[in-house]
């Protein structure tokens, strides 16, 4: 921090000042020690003042000559070193700095009822095993960096070890003020994801959910035969693609949405399905649609099923053993549908149909058309009608008959034929020949 440097800064520089204003001397006054103040005097000049001074070195000097003479006077003499007692002593910073060599394990600490606990920085908190006196909390312990797989500017990799988890700590140069995360390692309260040795060819990445028991996931199963790529996500998984997606599947794909389900294609959807395509909407229900659709039309129409809808019987049959779904199906198209079916199109409907077209309608049939009505038929046209038959046009019901040719031969058939005419009756003819039998 900017205090922390003015302070060494100003340490510094007292160390300087501390050299700069210091004398150097001797005497043979035997109270000289390191620390005493005193006044030096200058037998050379003898008018130089000098101010307080305080002793920062001594060193002491006895010679005793007895053993060579008769004198048993011994000689002592020092030679001091002193700065001016107005000037802080700080010493010059000469102790090397402490090296530790190799790394050392240390725990993850934070506050009590949390699990996670960075900085803005990504940076966590330790303490270390040989640390008797550790709070184990983070507060009495610096910051320390985490090694990621990549660090960028706001990408890269960003995994946060978690309170209690145990990492190696490894230390800049050595220097014990610059401690450096390297990993994390698994231990007994702590374990690895699966079992071991049975699962020794997966490969996992797993975390846990913050102050809950769930889990994501992403492994790799590398076991012969059984090669597998697992994601597991707790709650919701997005993918986002900018640009294009492909995918694809060499054999079968399942899917299964246990709510809702959206699609929304911005411009066009295309599907190519080589064999058949089932789509059921509802619960699975099987010949339930079937069984009561066939049991409504003979309670109504009796044998008349079996004589005239023989074949629609036998398509009901068909799909009896169909498995059915129970639901709604809404299909909205905003402009054009076309749908194209290469050989036969059946479509079963076991209550009412209803079609409404805004314009017009046109069906071509290129064989044959049957319409069979089991109860009644009603049809009403707002203007006008055409009806254009190319050879025979015939209308039965019961006994009475009318069938007009192509000739243009128009019999009429019938028990009692009754002709009603409000106003006028006209029958306008070359020849009219009325017959009794």
């Not at 007994?188 to 846990?208: C, D, E, H, I, M």
């Not at 707790?234 to 959206?262: A, F, L, P």
């Not at 015939?394 to 409000?422: P, Q, Y």
Request: proline letters at 4%; one cysteine or more.
């Amino acid at each position: 921090s900017v205090a922390e440097a003015e302070r060494a800064e100003k340490l510094r520089m007292q160390a300087s000042e501390a050299d700069h204003d210091r004398v150097f001397g001797g005497s043979t006054s035997r109270i000289l020690e390191a620390g005493r103040r005193f006044t030096p005097y200058e037998v050379a000049h003898p008018d130089h003042a000098y101010e307080e001074h305080v002793v920062v070195k001594a060193v002491h000097t006895v010679v005793d000559r007895s053993y060579e003479t008769n004198s048993n006077e011994p000689e002592y003499t020092n030679t001091f070193e002193a700065v001016p007692s107005r000037v802080a002593m700080t010493p010059h910073r000469e102790t090397k700095r402490p090296r530790i060599e190799g790394t050392q394990v240390a725990i993850v600490a934070g506050p009590s009822g949390e699990e996670i606990h960075p900085d803005q920085y990504g940076r966590i908190k330790l303490w270390f095993p040989w640390d008797r006196k550790a709070k184990k909390d983070g507060s009495d312990t610096c910051w320390v960096r985490v090694a990621q797989n990549w660090a960028g500017s706001t990408w890269g990799g960003q995994i946060i070890p978690r309170i209690g988890m145990e990492v190696m700590v490894a230390f800049v140069d050595g220097d014990p003020d610059r401690p450096l995360i390297t990993g994390v390692v698994p231990n007994p309260a702590n374990a690895v994801p699966y079992t071991l040795p049975a699962n020794k060819t997966k490969s996992t990445f797993r975390t846990q959910t913050h102050k809950g028991t769930g889990f994501n996931e992403m492994s790799f199963e590398d076991e012969n035969g059984r090669e597998e790529i697992y994601m597991h996500a707790q709650r919701d998984h997005r993918i986002h693609v900018e640009n294009s997606r492909s995918k694809r599947v060499d054999n079968n794909q399942s899917e299964s949405v246990g709510h809702n389900k959206t699609i929304e294609v911005g411009n066009n959807h295309h599907e190519v399905i080589g064999g058949n395509m089932t789509l059921m909407v509802g619960p699975n229900i099987l010949q339930k649609g079937v069984t009561a659709a066939m049991g409504i039309l003979r309670s109504k129409v009796g044998d008349l099923l079996t004589d005239k809808l023989g074949a629609f019987t036998d398509k009901l049959g068909f799909l009896s053993d169909t498995t059915m779904g129970e639901g709604n199906l809404v299909i909205g198209v905003a402009k054009n549908k076309a749908e194209t079916v290469m050989v036969s199109s059946t479509e079963i409907v076991g209550a009412a149909k209803s079609m409404t077209i805004g314009g017009g309608l046109q069906t071509t049939v290129g064989g044959i058309r049957n319409d069979s009505t089991a109860i009644g038929h009603y049809q009403e046209v707002g203007m006008a009608k055409s009806t254009v038959v190319g050879k025979t046009y015939e209308i039965v019901v019961g006994k009475t008959s009318v069938r007009m040719e192509a000739d243009g031969t128009v019999h009429l058939k019938g028990e009692n034929v009754t002709i009603e005419a409000g106003q006028e009756l006209v029958l306008k003819a070359s020849k009219v020949d009325i017959r009794r039998n």
